[in-house]
Nanobody, 122 residues
């Protein structure tokens, strides 16, 4: 079993920045794709971005492209989401996800974290 624990959420003003972290533990593999999703009240879960096992390939939702950046440090089993130029519409619970197929280019979530709240408000 794999455990994913997010941290770094909080309250930030519009235009500000936050960095989320996702620490993986248990029977982890650094050779799986990982990513971030988010969900706001009353809305469906939304894909934010993903990164392949090596960190050499990333994908982003159009709504965050150019503002958010995903990275990973496999030696630390940690995934990051750097969020810049935050907008009120970025307010959501952010979830970390990991696949279970090694060397997969695309992310098919199999493991999920418990989520961390991000609130963008003045």
């Amino acid at each position: 079993q794999v455990q994913l624990v997010e941290s770094g959420g909080g309250l930030v003003q519009p235009g500000g920045s936050l960095r989320l972290s996702c620490a993986a533990s248990g029977r982890t593999s650094s050779r799986v794709a990982m990513g971030w999703f988010r969900q706001s009240p009353g809305k469906e879960q939304e894909f934010v971005g993903s990164i392949n096992w090596s960190g050499g390939s990333t994908r982003y939702a159009d709504s965050v492209k150019g503002r958010f950046a995903i990275s990973r440090v496999n030696a630390k089993n940690t995934l990051y989401l750097q969020m810049n130029s935050l907008k009120p519409e970025d307010t959501a619970v952010y979830y970390c996800a990991a696949g279970n197929v090694e060397y997969s280019v695309t992310l098919r979530p199999y493991y999920w974290g418990q989520g961390t709240q991000v609130t963008v408000s003045s």
